[in-house]
């Protein structure tokens, strides 16, 4: 089967898949969006996946969506696309219509949809851990919503990429750590593993989630709470979680090196509990 694309019901193969120019996901960045990627022919954290995306429409005060059909056309879409390992990525914009800032009246929402087989990423990155560096968070107030609008994340990324490192890290103008480009963000320091709280400054993690559940059943001390760049140059561990970042150390920020420069073991453990939760 080739990589597939559903545009608001009609499935083709992805490269012959269009949206119409007067989308406004594509004029205006108003769609939310979720990743979710599967294992063993089974889509994880669907249901996590399918919650967040609805509370991100309602947040932006999208038209009443029936998210469970949408669920099923995603999980239809995966079983004709027939991989073990894919990304199935899902877009949903306020509809189309011609470009006005305000809302459309009467305009259904528009649901876009692919799948993608997912290559494992290169285990020297998960040996050897990656390098990052540490950018200014200007996105919006509300990163708590998972929209398109990812210029920011976009230019951290390729900002880090320019300067030989594989990822960005939002620090707040007062100085305050908050996540990676596409990714939550671990610290391990004095014996505890922090992470900054749930707060509209960062999007609320699935892994992020699972990991402080795998802490909690390990019996690790892990605090939800700020934390700044000199608590971030000093952790003994830094980590990165994400769906397709799984569990990701870093090993090095800003040219600095965390810990012993070596994967830790709270960042290994912690990933083998991810995969045994993938394999239930
Ligand atoms: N990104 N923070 C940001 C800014 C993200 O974009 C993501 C996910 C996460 C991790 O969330 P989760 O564990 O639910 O995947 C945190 C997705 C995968 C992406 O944009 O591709």
């Not at 669907?46 to 949408?70: G, N, T, Y």
């Not at 219509?97 to 990423?121: D, G, L, W, Y």
């Not at 391990?188 to 922090?194: A, D, F, S």
């Amino acid at each position: 089967m080739p990589e597939l694309a559903y545009v608001n019901g009609r499935i083709t193969p992805i490269e012959d898949a269009l949206v119409p120019v007067e989308d406004r996901g594509y004029q205006f960045g108003d769609a939310v969006y979720e990743v979710i990627a599967s294992y063993g022919g089974k889509l994880f954290c669907i249901d996590e996946h399918f919650a967040r995306l609805d509370r991100s429409m309602k947040e932006l005060r999208f038209p009443k969506v029936q998210v469970d059909e949408i669920r099923k056309a995603a999980a239809d879409l995966f079983t004709k696309a027939d991989f073990d390992r894919a990304g199935v990525y899902i877009q949903i914009s306020r509809g189309v219509s011609p470009r006005n800032h305000a809302f459309p009246a009467n305009v259904p929402v528009q649901v876009v949809m692919t799948v993608r087989k997912i290559e494992e990423k290169k285990p020297s990155v998960r040996e050897t851990g990656i390098c990052a560096i540490t950018v200014e968070d200007f996105r919006w107030g509300r990163c708590d919503i998972k929209t398109v609008q990812l210029l920011p994340n976009v230019l951290a990324k390729q900002k880090a990429l320019d300067a030989g490192c594989y990822d960005a890290i939002f620090v707040s103008n007062e100085g305050i750590v908050r996540e990676g480009s596409s990714s939550n963000l671990f610290i391990l320091t004095g014996g505890v593993l922090k992470t900054h709280p749930l707060t509209p400054d960062i999007l609320p993690g699935i892994t992020r989630a699972l990991v402080l559940d795998i802490c909690l059943e390990k019996k690790y001390p892990v605090k939800e709470c700020f934390f700044d760049k000199s608590e971030l140059y000093g952790s003994d561990e830094v980590f990165l979680t994400g769906t397709i970042t799984e569990v990701l150390p870093v090993i090095k920020i800003d040219g600095r090196t965390v810990g012993n420069g070596k994967i830790g073991s709270a960042a290994i453990t912690l990933q083998e509990g991810l995969l045994g939760r993938l394999k239930k």
